[in-house]
């Protein structure tokens, strides 16, 4: 750029092509001012998203921080979760969310194999299963509730249950999961299954030793996007797990999850407001947990299969 | 080859897999039989579901091995599902229209509500049309009403909110065309923002306005139609801003229903009722 410029306003140049300089020099101007407003469009959106972060955290940190305390995670809510805590809401959350994962993992992992590994992408049973999920995907959160209540409480006779609700966020966890692991299959390098097989491996072994390691991180990050959108899920929770906030005794217990808790202290019980906000805290700091957690896990997956060069 | 034999266990033990998830699931729905007299289920309004799932721990804890699972949906699902039996017990936070006479109902709280004006405004007394005007900005000034030269802060709750809805439909106004210059989540917020503004009308639940004015806030309950925001003109039906909140059965209650109803309605949960700003009915 620098010596361009130079020569375009050089004086020996000036008779003819003046004109040709000026323009030049207007769209370096140009040039630069636009490259600056992109870097600026950049960072500004960059900091945007961050800020708006940080600023729902904020908000909820100074609105919750003041009921937060040990009690409020050991105790059971009492006064319509007003007083007392949340100990019985966590408990029937973590036991939706094993099931989910339970269900979805194995579902999701398996459907993403068979659609990566053992089909073709123009066969027609590939075609119809990625517009299944694709669909899948877009479905709003109360159409799996409705769903939910109507095969898995009524049809099934499973009944406002932890189990009805699991498995209603596992059909909503399902297409992300499948989508994630199937993207990051395809993205493991087709040498290394020829490779495999050059060595001797079975399809099976191949995929337990080296692609689904390889895939791991792909997988995790579908893992938890699932998790994000189930565990944040009302709608489909409120028909299928409902609205109990007894300590669950088994599976085919209803309980109220999270979510369901924070929706309900903030829009039909006054004076609910602060739990809603230390509840909504919780939340946040579970799937940051979780977060931390399921990485930690597909790093060491992966790294005891594939040891880096 | 390699693909078809692969292919197929797969899905075998995806068959298996659903298989023993359903054995396993529907085994204890036998055992569920044996225990439905000591299982109630109730679904209904979720302006309800809060103060029915208290009185129900209250029942549970005087009812060693009783359980009672509370579920909410809206009142027409509760009027559904107590008529179709997949509930025992309804709950409806309006009174029963003309086709749902079928159904027995029972009252275990009001929800009355008041307009709430700050104690040193002098206005005394707004009608139906004013009250509108105010809250769809047609009216901005006190002295347009009998006030001071003082401008209006309207203060409305949140969207969702059950006393938003029951507002809405007293005066019959659309949220939309409602122009407030505070929007409020609770009724303590509501109260704040009125007792902390002279020029400021609000609305909240009556046990709660009433229990703050007797604490000294600087409030003023507006009268309705001539008649004046009272629980107890809540209690015996006069005051026109309230809703009953009722728990249906299909049939006459019998056994642990009897029980479970009779309860809700004793006096033994009339703390519950006012900790959720409800009024007790008369007993």
Redesign the interface.
């Known amino acids: 750029m620098q010596p361009d410029s130079s020569v375009s306003c050089a004086p020996g140049l000036m008779a003819a092509p003046s004109v040709a300089g000026s323009t030049l020099l207007t769209a370096q101007v140009h040039a630069k001012l636009s490259e600056r407003l992109f870097v600026a469009a950049v960072w500004l959106a960059a900091a945007l998203v961050a800020a708006s972060f940080l600023w729902i955290v904020a908000d909820i940190a100074f609105h919750g921080f003041a009921k937060l305390s040990w009690s409020f995670l050991t105790e059971a809510p009492r006064?319509?979760?007003r007083k007392g805590g949340i100990s019985t809401i966590l408990v029937s959350t973590l036991l939706i969310l094993a099931v989910t994962v339970a269900v979805a993992v194995?579902?999701g992992v398996?459907v993403a194999v068979?659609l990566s590994e053992?089909s073709r992408r123009s066969s027609r049973t590939a075609r119809v299963i990625n517009i299944a999920l694709d669909v899948l995907a877009g479905i709003p959160s109360i159409v799996f509730g409705l769903f939910g209540n109507a095969f898995f409480c009524v049809f099934?006779?499973?009944?406002?249950s932890i189990?009805s609700g699991g498995l209603t966020l596992a059909c909503m966890a399902l297409p992300i999961l499948i989508r994630a692991t199937e993207s990051g299959l395809s993205a493991v390098p087709h040498d290394w299954r020829q490779g495999a097989a050059a060595l001797g491996l079975s399809?099976?072994a191949a995929l337990w030793h080296v692609l689904l390691p390889a895939a791991a991180p792909a997988i995790t990050a579908g893992l938890l996007l699932g998790i994000g959108r189930a565990v944040a899920e009302t709608a489909a929770l409120?028909?299928t797990s409902?609205?109990?906030?007894?300590m669950p005794e088994?599976l085919?217990d209803?309980g109220r999850s999270l979510a369901v808790h924070i929706y309900?202290l903030?829009?039909?019980?006054?004076?609910?407001?602060q739990a809603a906000y230390a509840s909504a805290l919780v939340l946040i700091g579970l799937l940051i947990v979780i977060n931390a957690v399921a990485i930690q896990l597909s790093n060491r997956f992966m790294k005891s299969r594939i040891q880096p060069a | 080859m390699?693909?078809q034999n692969?292919?197929l266990p797969?899905l075998d033990s995806?068959v298996a897999?659903l298989a023993a998830c359903?054995v396993l699931?529907?085994a204890?729905?036998a055992s569920?039989q044996e225990k439905q007299d000591k299982k109630l289920?109730i679904t209904g309004a979720?302006?309800a579901?809060?103060?029915v799932?208290?009185i129900a721990?209250r029942f549970e804890s005087a009812n060693p091995g009783v359980?009672v699972?509370?579920?909410?949906?809206g009142s027409s699902r509760g009027v559904n599902d107590a008529r179709s039996g997949v509930s025992d017990i309804g709950m409806v936070s309006r009174a029963l229209s003309k086709e749902e006479k079928d159904l027995k109902s029972f009252l275990i709280a009001n929800d009355g509500m008041s307009v709430i004006l700050h104690k040193t405004n002098p206005v005394q007394a707004l009608t139906r049309e004013q009250v509108i005007d105010i809250y769809t900005g047609k009216i901005s000034n006190w002295k347009e009403v009998g006030g001071k030269d003082q401008k209006i802060t309207v203060v409305n709750k949140a969207e969702?909110?059950?006393t938003l809805e029951l507002f809405l439909a007293f005066f019959k106004l659309n949220n939309r065309d409602i122009k407030a210059q505070v929007v409020v989540?609770?009724?303590?917020?509501g109260v704040k923002t009125v007792a902390g503004n002279p020029g400021a009308i609000g609305y909240v639940?009556i046990g709660?306005a009433e229990f703050e004015v007797e604490n000294g806030q600087p409030l003023k309950l507006l009268p309705l139609g001539g008649i004046a925001a009272t629980t107890a003109n809540v209690r015996n039906g006069s005051f026109p801003l309230a809703r009953p909140i009722n728990i249906v059965t299909k049939n006459e209650p019998l056994g642990l229903v009897k029980k479970f109803v009779d309860f809700a309605q004793s006096t033994a949960v009339t703390d519950l009722v006012k900790?959720?700003?409800f009024v007790p009915p008369a007993r």
Not at chain 2, 69 to 73: L, N, S
Not at chain 2, 185 to 189: A, L, S, W
Request: overall charge negative; aromatic content about 10%; glycine content about 14%.
């Open positions: 006064s319509s979760g194995p579902l398996g068979w053992f099934l006779g499973l009944g406002f189990v399809k099976a409120v028909f409902g609205y109990v906030d007894r088994s085919m209803s309900d903030s829009m039909n019980v006054s004076g609910g407001d | 390699v693909i692969l292919r797969f995806c897999l359903a699931l529907s204890p729905d569920a289920t979720s302006t579901a809060p103060l799932a208290e721990k359980r699972d509370v579920q909410t949906g969702g909110r059950s989540g609770d009724n303590q917020q639940s709660t900790e959720q700003y």
